[in-house]
C-alpha cells in the first residue's frame, strides 16, 4: 500500500463525517408541530424544557417520519418523589400509539429501601405491561439503580439497542442498572418521550445516535 492510499484509508477511518454513527438531536421546542412529533391525547408544553402534565392515558409523544433500529439514546429526566404518581421515561420502536417498548423510572422508588428494585421497568406494549412483567419475571424486566439519583432532581439516562438486548445507565455509571432483551418483534421504529397514567414529568437534552 503506497503512502498516498495508506493516507486516504487514515482519513477515512478518523473523519467523524464518515462514522458510522450518526448523530440527531431532537428540535423539543417543536413538540406542538404536527409534521413534526406525534401527540395523542397528552398535555404537553415547552418553556426550554418539555413539560408534561398529569392526564388519563399512557400514549408517548413521538417523532413523525422518524426510524430509529440500534444504537444510543440520551436524555434528562424529572420526575417527583410522589408514591405511585411519577412515571417517566423513553418509548423506542414506537409503531403506533398502542405499539413501542419503554424503559421507565419510578423516581418515588428510588430511595425506597423496600421498593427500589422497582425503580427502572422495561415494558413491550401492547402485549408485555409492567404488571404482566412482574408477575411472570419477578426482577427479570425491572431493577434498582445502583447509584439512586434524588427523586425530586434531573438525572441522566443513557439507554444502548443492540436488538434485543436493552442496556439502561444512569447518571453515566459504567455499569448498567437494568439488562433486558426485548420482548417485541418489531426492531426498529420512532423515538419518543413517555409518562404513566396521571404522571407528570419533565425531559430535556434528548439525543439519539443511531449505529
Known sequence: MNKFVFKLLLIFLCHPAIAQNRIF???LSKVKDTTKWVIIDRDVSYDGILNFKPKAGEEPVWLKHYSF???LIDVDIKGENLQGQSFVGIAFHIIDTKTYD???FRPFNFLNPTRNTHSVQYISQPGNPWQKLRE???DKY???ILI???P???FHVSIEINYPKVSVYVNNETTASLIVEQLSTQKEGSVGVWVGYMSGG???NLKITSK
Open 152 to 154: 425530586d432532581s434531573w
Open 102 to 104: 419503554a424503559i421507565y
Open 136 to 138: 411472570q419475571f419477578p
Open 142 to 144: 425491572e431493577s434498582k
Open 202 to 204: 419533565q425531559f430535556k
Open 148 to 150: 439512586p439519583p434524588d
Open 69 to 71: 433500529s440500534n444504537g
Open 25 to 27: 438531536i431532537p428540535d
